[in-house]
Each structure stands twice: as structure tokens, then as C-alpha cells.
């Protein structure tokens, strides 16, 4: 088994990422009914928003992409890595890290996301990354909650 790599995502990837996506919330935490949200993500991606993945071969292993709130936030949406990459890989780190490179070249000055309430380990590695819990009414205007009760972080840019 070779060892993944993170890459820029290509068209080609956008399946493999849905897939990875699909499967993580219905095998470990039982989630269903995310039509809406991957058909949202589908037309963000191939609108041409950035995103990335980590492949194992032609295998989609990981995935993160790059949304905008406006010109000065952007919102990182659909980061998952399959089970068995997390954690000793440093595939999480390293699709974090590819977003947040791409969000300071565009002059972005913060980067938020939002996650589902059961996600905490999720929570917990964006806190170790450096971002911030905010209170629903922190959020900047505009950023909805894609699922009521939602956790949302941010991070100021350098």
C-alpha cells in the first residue's frame, strides 16, 4: 500500500469525494439525508472552488475544499478522512494546511467552517489547528448553520 498524497482536486475527483463524504457520515456516525449538502458541494466544485484530496493510488482517502463567504472569508467545507488515515497519517494536517495556503494567497483574513455536533473529534483536531469556537451569534452575517446546532469555528489569517 503506497503511501497518500495530498493533491489539488481534479474533476475526476469529485465522485470519490462524495463517496468519502456519504460513507463516513452514514458508517460511523449514522447520518443520512445529505442530498442537499453534496448536490450544494457538487456545483461549488466543479463552479471551479478549490478543493483538495489525498489519494492512495486513484482511491480518494481525504478531501477538503474551499468555499467563499465573500471577498475576505472563506469557509472550509467537507474535510473527512477515512478512518484508517486519521490520526498517524498527518493527511488531515496536510489538507488543512494546502487550504489555508490557498485562502492567504487569495488575501483571505479568516477562514470558518461548521460541523456537525457529533463530529468532536473533528472539533477537537480544529482546535488543535487553531481555530476558535463561535457562538451563533458570532457568526459572520451570512454564515448559516448547514444543520440546527452545528458547531462553528474560525481563524483569523496571518
Not at 466543479?46 to 492512495?56: H, I, T, Y
Not at 471577498?71 to 484508517?84: P, Q, S, T
Request: charged fraction near 25%.
Amino acid at each position: 500500500m503506497s503511501k497518500p498524497s495530498v493533491v489539488r482536486g481534479e474533476d475526476a475527483h469529485i465522485e470519490g469525494m462524495v463517496r468519502l463524504i456519504e460513507q463516513v457520515r452514514a458508517d460511523e456516525y449514522g447520518l443520512s439525508g445529505t442530498a442537499d449538502v453534496i448536490a450544494s458541494l457538487r456545483d461549488a466544485l466543479r463552479a471551479g472552488r478549490p478543493f483538495w484530496v489525498a489519494l492512495e493510488g486513484e482511491h480518494v482517502v481525504g478531501c477538503v475544499a474551499l468555499d467563499h463567504l465573500d471577498e475576505h472569508i472563506g469557509i472550509l467545507r467537507a474535510m473527512f478522512v477515512d478512518a484508517e488515515h486519521r490520526g498517524v497519517s498527518g493527511l488531515g494536517s496536510g489538507l488543512l494546511r494546502a487550504l489555508l495556503t490557498e485562502a492567504q494567497a487569495e488575501g483571505l483574513r479568516e477562514v470558518v467552517l461548521d460541523s456537525h455536533p457529533s463530529f468532536r473529534a473533528a472539533h477537537r483536531f480544529y482546535e488543535r489547528a487553531g481555530f476558535v469556537r463561535m457562538e451563533d451569534d458570532e457568526r459572520p452575517a451570512g454564515f448559516r448553520a448547514t444543520v440546527h446546532g452545528n458547531v462553528a469555528y474560525r481563524m483569523a489569517l496571518p
